[in-house]
């Protein structure tokens, strides 16, 4: 059976405010990316993407609310604009060893999905009070009870991790963060989707954002 600390370590977990960048005017309408050929995407054109400067300074800062090193630099970035944010994604590639193939997740699934769910559960119950007890230091704290889950997304299987925290704009608000771990043999994507809780223009653009989706 396929080890959860395998397939889920680096729990990198898109909790900070990203820095705001100035962009350009752009008409309405959607920009397709395509990150590293492997995830396709399409978001808003009036949206923020952070250039690898900030995108090193979310992984520092990650750090050191976090209390957890060697988080990963994020290949994508992006979030609704202008700030502070209702929307933001996130696409990282991290290396798997050994590999897992989507094959291998499934065949796990079939076989015993609770069990994976459960695998997911004790590895997040064992890692997340580190980034907890540093996040509440910095006044973020989490909202209600995560959730895991296997469902397909951009034609692929991923294992999800959903869990609220206190916005970092405005605490009387929820952040919704959901994790999509995808793997795809000797790396994993992980695709991070947040948005605020109730805002009903932020919810659609993040279902539009997810319909999207297409990797390989």
């Known amino acids: 059976m396929m080890k959860a600390k395998t397939l889920f370590a680096t729990l990198c977990l898109c909790l900070l405010s990203v820095v705001a960048q100035s962009v350009a005017a752009q008409t309405a309408g959607y920009t397709k990316l395509n ?36 988080i990963h630099t994020a ?4 979030q609704s604009y202008p700030a502070p944010s209702r929307t933001m994604v996130r696409v990282s590639f991290i290396p798997m ?11 796990e699934v079939q076989l015993n999905k609770q069990q994976v769910l459960r695998d997911l559960a004790d590895t997040w119950r064992e890692e997340s009070p580190t980034m907890w007890a540093g996040l509440a230091k910095n006044g973020v704290k989490e909202v209600g009870r995560p959730r895991f889950a296997v469902e397909p997304i951009g034609g692929q299987t991923a294992l999800i991790i959903s869990y609220g925290r206190t916005s970092t704009a405005n605490p009387a608000e ?43």
């Open 35 to 70: 990150v590293k050929g492997r995830v396709q995407l399409a978001i808003p054109s009036d949206w923020t993407i952070n250039d690898a400067e900030q995108r090193r300074r979310i992984k520092e800062q990650g750090e050191k609310l976090t209390g957890i090193p060697n």
């Open 75 to 78: 290949s994508l970035a992006a």
């Open 97 to 107: 060893e050994p590999p897992i193939t989507q094959a291998d997740v499934q065949k």
């Open 174 to 216: 929820t952040m919704r963060v959901t994790q999509y771990h995808v793997p795809l043999g000797a790396e994993k994507a992980l695709i991070t989707l947040s948005h605020i809780e109730g805002d009903q223009q932020a919810i659609a653009a993040h279902n539009r954002l997810k319909t999207s989706l297409v990797i390989r």
